[in-house]
């Protein structure tokens, strides 16, 4: 079953606070908690629920960073995360509904970052797809690219953690290994090779699965360990 089907109904009964509650509660009538306060649904909601969701709402956010969605964009959020036809209406309501709201992306990335404190590399991989979604019209503005830095400033990400998931998007034959691997070039082998295995074993996408990342989008996580593993590569290539 795909997880897009019960975002909405689906979360009815949930004690639900913070942004995302007062959200969707604006979308099924308030039958949802509407507390500003606590984390709320992270401690209730399935976590494939709670990562879709987070998606869909700074996807949004970040589809309009540059001053318009651009239709790219919209087929992108459908596409790029696999959402069925016979679902897109009720994804398509939180992302309208998150798109044209006032409340900025700051206070959702506040929740997620509580919700998955200690699961940095859940984060980490929320960034990556959010860069997935802004390069869907062909290239990231200065605008969204802004805005994911600043996400992954309130996850708590570090700059090279940063950097290295924006390198890893490049293809293999244009990235900078050393980034991607969050080191520097004259590093030894050795501490490159514990970071290497240290990467691996965080974005392993049955890690991650584990943790919450709906299987629908896992395929970016692939693409993740692919560029690890290639980066890997070049490395010993180039110290050999």
Same mark, same amino acid.
């Given at each position: 079953?795909? =997880?897009?089907?019960? /975002?909405?109904?689906?979360?009815?009964?949930?004690?639900?606070?913070?942004?995302?509650?007062?959200?969707?509660?604006?979308?099924?009538?308030?039958?949802?908690?509407? @507390?500003? @306060?606590?984390?709320? !649904?992270?401690?209730?909601?399935?976590?494939?629920?709670?990562?879709?969701?987070?998606?869909?709402?700074?996807?949004?956010?970040?589809?309009?960073?540059?001053?318009?969605?651009? *239709?790219?964009?919209?087929?992108?959020?459908?596409?790029?995360?696999?959402?069925? #036809? +016979?679902? /897109?209406?009720?994804?398509?309501?939180? !992302? +309208?509904?998150?798109?044209?709201?006032?409340?900025?992306?700051?206070?959702?990335?506040?929740?997620?970052?509580?919700?998955?404190?200690?699961?940095?590399? =859940?984060?980490?991989?929320?960034?990556?797809?959010?860069?997935?979604?802004?390069?869907? #019209?062909?290239?990231?503005?200065? %605008?969204?690219?802004?805005?994911?830095? @600043?996400?992954?400033?309130? !996850?708590?990400?570090?700059?090279?953690? !940063?950097?290295?998931?924006?390198?890893?998007? *490049?293809?293999?034959?244009?990235?900078?290994?050393?980034?991607?691997?969050? @080191?520097?070039?004259? $590093?030894?082998?050795?501490?490159?090779?514990?970071?290497?295995?240290? /990467?691996? *074993?965080?974005?392993?996408?049955?890690?991650?699965?584990?943790?919450?990342?709906?299987?629908?989008?896992?395929?970016?996580? *692939? %693409?993740?360990?692919?560029?690890? +593993?290639?980066?890997? $590569?070049?490395?010993?290539? /180039?110290?050999?």
């Amino acid at each position: 079953m795909s =997880i897009w089907g019960s /975002l909405i109904g689906g979360m009815i009964g949930f004690s639900l606070g913070g942004p995302f509650g007062m959200l969707l509660g604006s979308l099924i009538g308030g039958k949802i908690s509407r @507390s500003r @306060s606590g984390v709320g !649904f992270g401690k209730f909601a399935q976590p494939q629920q709670i990562f879709a969701l987070s998606l869909i709402v700074l996807s949004a956010k970040i589809s309009k960073a540059d001053g318009q969605v651009s *239709k790219e964009e919209l087929i992108a959020v459908k596409e790029k995360l696999r959402i069925p #036809d +016979n679902e /897109l209406d009720q994804v398509g309501k939180i !992302f +309208n509904r998150a798109k044209e709201e006032s409340t900025g992306y700051e206070p959702y990335a506040k929740q997620i970052a509580k919700i998955y404190k200690g699961n940095l590399n =859940i984060l980490e991989e929320v960034i990556n797809i959010l860069f997935y979604i802004a390069e869907a #019209d062909g290239k990231v503005s200065s %605008n969204e690219l802004m805005m994911i830095e @600043s996400i992954a400033e309130i !996850f708590g990400l570090n700059k090279a953690q !940063f950097n290295g998931i924006k390198e890893a998007r *490049k293809s293999s034959d244009k990235l900078n290994p050393y980034i991607v691997l969050e @080191s520097k070039p004259d $590093d030894n082998l050795a501490a490159i090779r514990k970071r290497y295995l240290k /990467l691996s *074993k965080e974005h392993h996408p049955d890690l991650l699965i584990s943790r919450g990342v709906p299987e629908e989008i896992i395929k970016e996580s *692939k %693409n993740k360990m692919r560029a690890i +593993n290639s980066a890997w $590569d070049q490395v010993q290539k /180039l110290k050999s």
